[in-house]
């Protein structure tokens, strides 16, 4: 594992125990899944490329657009699904046939494969990558080599 993969996960891990606050980006005040996202990437890589636009719940649902996947695209490195390692940011459908509108942070791989996400009603845990969960996944990307100056 990577220096910023450890120092990643280690930032994610810091962020257990806040509450799920939808919009925010906040360590210990409130965060949702993106919101983590960006908190991680503040932490770890500095200031945040793009600030995203108001988003509703739905995460664009009623239109169909793949928003939350294209703003990955646009910041993270997209990699293949089956090349799972920590610290990676998986990008979830949570339906079939709806919009890919989750995201979390792998912390470890293999047989006690878990990942770090904010989640309605429960703020930022660490869960177990269970089959339910494993098989929602739809991207999966890294974090861009922090920039070294």
Known sequence: MTLQNARIIAEATLWIGTPY????????????????????????????????????RDWSEPQGEERLWDAAARHLVRKPLGEAAPADVILFRMKDGS???????????GKSARFIHAYSGHGVVESPLSAPWARRIVARFEFPTEEVI
């Not at 919009?23 to 490329?49: F, S, T």
């Not at 919009?99 to 791989?109: D, R």
């Open 21 to 56: 606050v939808h919009q925010m980006a906040v360590k210990n005040a409130g965060c949702d899944c993106l919101g983590l996202v960006r908190g991680v990437w503040r932490a770890v890589i500095g200031a945040e490329p793009e600030r995203p636009p108001a988003y509703s």
């Open 99 to 109: 919009v890919a509108k989750h995201l979390g942070i792998q912390s470890a791989t």
